[in-house]
């Protein structure tokens, strides 16, 4: 009898081992998506952030004016490291970002006028923790110790403003609008500005400027600090 041989032919061996290979190459490939390292956003951080309300001022007068976000549990935050984008959802709405380094517009500080409540100039960038401490750890109103490492990290607990340029009542609304203008170097013909009023009809986001992260977002619906 002449015995015939498949040289062709695969041995189960092989075959179970082949499987037990592929196998673990995709669970290897599942478990790298899964945990994150193949990844173009990195997530947001821990951090619960809210909008509690808008700082108005005194209407024809100078003052501090802006709104007014909490941390209100996590990790915490720089102040330097955020980003707003405010959008009005009404037709033909303006649409603005505003970054920390985005210092308050020139052509409203100092200028008082009727119905309206515009930001001093002692506020050099946009962003400001409330409840500010000097060197000595004790509460100030010198705004020359908000730009501090101390005052620009944002705990559990605290709170912080975006610094409006103007706040602009409405006779016509109970709603107030708040006005942001960055300039970035060209006064005239600013990088982007917009007036929103404080209400659902205006969104907003705040988000991490260097992973494009988002810590919070929400509508402009709060209480009148």
């Known amino acids: 009898m002449v015995n015939s041989r498949n040289d ?6 092989v075959g179970v081992m082949l499987m037990v290979v592929v196998t673990i190459i995709i669970a290897a490939t599942v478990s790298v998506f899964s945990t994150g390292f193949v990844s173009d ?20 007068s100078l003052g501090e004016i802006g709104l007014v976000f909490e941390n209100k549990g996590g990790e915490t935050l720089l102040l330097s490291d955020m980003n707003l984008h405010l959008k009005s959802t009404l037709s033909g709405g303006d649409e603005v970002s505003i970054s920390y380094t985005d210092a308050p517009s020139s052509k409203y500080l100092d200028i008082p006028v009727p119905d309206e409540a515009r930001l001093l100039s002692d506020f050099t960038y946009r962003m400001k923790k409330i409840g500010i401490v000097d060197k000595d750890g004790k509460a100030t109103n010198d705004a020359s110790y908000a730009t501090t490492v101390a005052n ?32 970035r170097g060209m006064e005239g013909s600013p990088y982007t500005s917009g007036e929103f009023e404080v209400s659902s009809r205006t969104t907003y986001t705040l988000s991490d400027k260097n992973t494009g992260a988002v810590i919070s977002s929400g509508t402009l619906v709060g209480s009148v600090l």
């Open 8 to 13: 062709d032919a695969v041995s189960p061996v």
């Open 41 to 60: 956003t990195d997530a947001a951080p821990g951090t619960l952030v809210e909008y509690v309300g808008v700082l108005t001022g005194q209407s024809g």
């Open 152 to 183: 620009s990290k944002i705990k559990a607990g605290d709170r912080f403003v975006i610094h409006a340029d103007r706040f602009i009542e409405d006779g016509k609304s109970k709603y107030g609008r708040v006005a942001y203008v960055s300039d």
